[in-house]
C-alpha cells in the first residue's frame, strides 16, 4: 500500500515543483498594444456586432450544405448496386434524384440562386 501511494506521491512532488520553479523564472516580455488585441478576422472587437451582412452569401452556404449531403448520400448507392435488386435500386435512386431536381427547381423559382437580386 505505501509503494502505491509512494510512486504516486514522487511524480506528484515532482512535477508541482517543476510548476513552481517555471512560475518563478519565467519573465513576461513587454507586448505592444497591437499584440495584446484579440483578433478576429480582421474587425475591430470593440466595434458594433451587429454588422448587416449579405445574405445572398448566407442562403449560398445554406444550398451549399444542402447539396453537399445530398451528394453524401448519393456516393454509396454505387456500392449497393452491386449488392442490391437492380430495379429496386433503379427505382429507389430515381425516386432520390427527382426530390433533388424538385427541391433545386423550388429553389431557383424562389430566386435563391439569383446573386443579385
Known amino acids: 500500500m505505501y509503494i502505491c501511494l509512494t510512486m504516486f506521491m514522487i511524480p506528484l512532488i515532482i512535477s508541482l515543483i517543476m510548476i513552481n520553479i517555471v512560475s518563478i523564472i519565467y519573465k513576461k516580455t513587454l507586448s505592444s498594444r497591437e499584440k495584446n488585441t484579440p483578433f478576429e478576422c480582421g474587425f475591430?472587437?470593440?466595434?458594433?456586432?451587429?454588422l448587416p451582412f449579405s445574405l445572398q452569401f448566407f442562403l449560398i452556404t445554406i444550398i451549399f450544405l444542402i447539396f453537399d449531403v445530398e451528394i453524401a448520400l448519393l456516393m454509396p448507392s454505387i456500392?449497393?448496386?452491386?449488392t442490391s435488386n437492380l430495379l429496386l435500386w433503379s427505382?429507389?435512386?430515381?425516386?432520390?434524384?427527382?426530390?433533388?431536381?424538385?427541391g433545386l427547381y423550388h429553389e431557383w423559382m424562389n430566386g435563391?440562386?439569383?446573386w443579385t437580386s
Do not use: E, V
Not at 79 to 82: D, S
Open 79 to 82: 456500392i449497393i448496386m452491386n
Open 112 to 114: 435563391s440562386l439569383q
Open 44 to 50: 475591430d472587437p470593440k466595434s458594433s456586432s451587429r
Open 91 to 102: 427505382s429507389t435512386l430515381t425516386f432520390f434524384i427527382i426530390i433533388l431536381l424538385i
